[in-house]
Structures are given as C-alpha cells and as structure tokens.
C-alpha cells in the first residue's frame, strides 16, 4: 500500500512538472502592454475570458516585429499588439470596407485604435482587393475567419484571402486563427448560420495555400458549448469553444 501510494505520488508530480513544462510564459513585452493604460476599461474587463497574454505569446509576438490584425472589429486586440511590438515595430490594423459599408462603427473603431498609437497603420480594403504589406513577422485574427464564408461575399473569398496572408508573410511568418467551433462535418453552412467553422475545414483551406500547420493550442477551449447556437445568442455569447491554429509559412 505505501508503495502504491509513492508511485501516485510520484505520478503526480510528474504530471505536474510536464503541465508546468507546456504552459504557455507570457514575455515581458506582452505583460506591459495588458498593462498599458491606455487600454479601455471595457477591454480590460473582457481579459479573463479571452486570455490576450497567452494567446499573443502563443503567436510569438516580439519587440520590433510587423504584425497585421486581420479583421481588428473593436480594436481589442490591435491596442494590445501595438504595445507590445513596441515604438519599433509596426501594426496593420484591417477592417474590411465591406464590414465598413454594414456597419459605420467599424470605420470609427479603426480611426479611434489609429490615433491612438503612433505604430498602428489602418488599412481599410475590401476584401477581394486585399494587399497587405510584404515581409510580416505574423497575420493575426480572432474570431473573424469564419467570416470569409458567409453568403453575400464571393465562393472565392478564403482562397483569395490566403493567399496574400501566405505572399504577405516573410518566410517562417506565423498565421494564427482563433475562431468559434463548428461541429466536425458541418461543413460551411454554419458560417452563416451561427458564425462558427469546423476547425478541420479551415485547417484544410489554411494549408491549401501552402501553409504548414505548426500547433493547435486548447487555450479556449469551452466543452460545454453544444456547438448548435449562434455566438452571438446571449445564452452563449462570450462563451463558446474556441479553436487556436498556429500556422507557419515555409522558411
């Protein structure tokens, strides 16, 4: 029995040594910037649920590197990445013209998070007319790739879009994408309908453009989520399953 009981705990501390061996650090320059004051309250706030720092470090964020955030909606993220790849670095803040002509807040979101920080370009495209910047460090997005397929945009518009994400990219460049969990075979018709995609499909299309899946993080993952409901239903807003997808272009 006492020999029993040295293995469990022995088992145990292992255990623990690995967890502690795969947690994701969050470097100093990712600290500061969720430190930044300047970041609004309503941001601040929202942290605990979607885990900036470790998401950000995840991708790999440094000082002085060129990041684009591809679809930057209210600017939450943008302001954190513009701290944190510093006055040396630079931040391409994208907010589709299509998403603009919906909605005018998204043109005010983009003007607002460029004002505010001398290191952020906004760029303001539609989406068939992408053209990012060459030799980024990373394309970030969350929350937004699923977007790629709902019905007024053209059948072509996610192999249009990898494809200048992957030219844009310096060789070894980072793609990470964060979206809302689609039940496995769903195909593209949740897009639409609830604004999830099945990671599979996505993982499918990211490659396709000649991407090389590195990782998948299980940061957000939320199992209690059906997976049935709309994200934006209030019973489960802010608390779906989340997928995170590093991939990376060949060096």
């Known amino acids: 029995m006492a020999r029993n009981l040295m293995v469990s705990v022995v088992s145990a501390l292992a255990f623990a040594v690995v967890g502690a061996a795969v947690a994701q650090p969050v470097p100093a320059n990712i600290t500061a910037a969720l430190a930044d004051p300047a970041r609004p309250a309503a941001d601040t706030a929202r942290d605990a649920a979607r885990k900036p720092g470790e998401l950000i470090a995840y991708a790999g964020v440094k000082p002085g590197d060129k990041v684009a955030d591809f679809i930057i909606g209210g600017g939450y993220f943008t302001r954190i990445l513009a701290a944190a790849v510093g006055p040396n670095g630079r931040v391409y803040a994208y907010q589709p013209d ?101 990671p599979a499909l996505l993982r499918q299309e990211v490659e396709a453009a000649g991407f090389r899946f590195e990782g998948e993080s299980q940061l957000l993952d939320l199992p209690s989520d059906p997976l049935t409901a709309n994200v934006f239903d209030p019973a489960i807003r802010g608390k779906t399953d989340q997928f995170v997808m590093k991939f990376r272009k060949p060096a």
């Open 98 to 198: 299509e998403f603009i002509k919906f909605q005018a807040s998204y043109a005010t979101n983009l003007k607002t998070v460029a004002a505010a920080y001398k290191n952020v370009t906004p760029l303001d495209a539609s989406l068939q007319a992408l053209d990012l910047p060459d030799g980024l460090d990373l394309v970030f997005t969350v929350q937004n790739y699923h977007d790629l397929h709902l019905k007024p945009f053209p059948a072509t518009t996610a192999t249009t879009v990898n494809a200048e994400i992957y030219k844009s990219l310096k060789p070894g460049g980072v793609f990470l994408v964060v979206d809302h969990v689609a039940k496995a075979g769903s195909g593209l018709a949740a897009a639409d309908s609830l604004h999830r995609i099945d």
